[in-house]
């Protein structure tokens, strides 16, 4: 198992960018799907990207392909979420998440390892 720790929130301006971290500990981190989801409160936390063992396969919600990109540097044990055009609706916690199972990659039940999150703010 491996803990993780988000960090880059923070308030943006509606069309900005910003750049979330993932830092995980121990040795195992490239045995690990990581996957970022997102929760704003009263809502369901839900899937927004992932990222296969070697970064070699990502994938996207609907709402955030093409503005979003997923990526990870093992070396490192560190995976990042670029996020561009950032909308007010995009505003939420942000948690990375990893799991060792190809499975569902939008089902947050099957991860089990979680960071404490990292909230992003878009104002309009």
């Known amino acids: 198992q491996v803990q993780l720790v988000e960090s880059g929130g923070g308030l943006v301006q509606a069309g900005g960018s910003r750049r979330l971290s993932c830092a995980a500990s121990?040795?195992?981190?490239?045995?690990?799907?990581l996957a970022w989801f997102r929760q704003v409160p009263g809502k369901e936390r839900e899937f927004v990207a992932a990222?296969?063992?070697?970064?070699?396969?990502?994938y996207y919600a609907d709402s955030v392909k093409g503005r979003f990109t997923v990526s990870r540097d093992n070396a490192k044990n560190t995976a990042y979420l670029q996020m561009n055009s950032l909308k007010p609706e995009d505003t939420a916690d942000y948690y990375c998440a990893t799991k060792s199972t190809l499975g569902t990659m939008q089902d947050r039940n099957q991860y089990d390892g979680w960071g404490q999150g990292t909230q992003v703010t878009v104002s309009s």
């Open positions: 990222i296969s063992w070697s970064g070699e396969y990502t």
């Open positions: 121990g040795r195992t981190f490239s045995r690990y799907i």
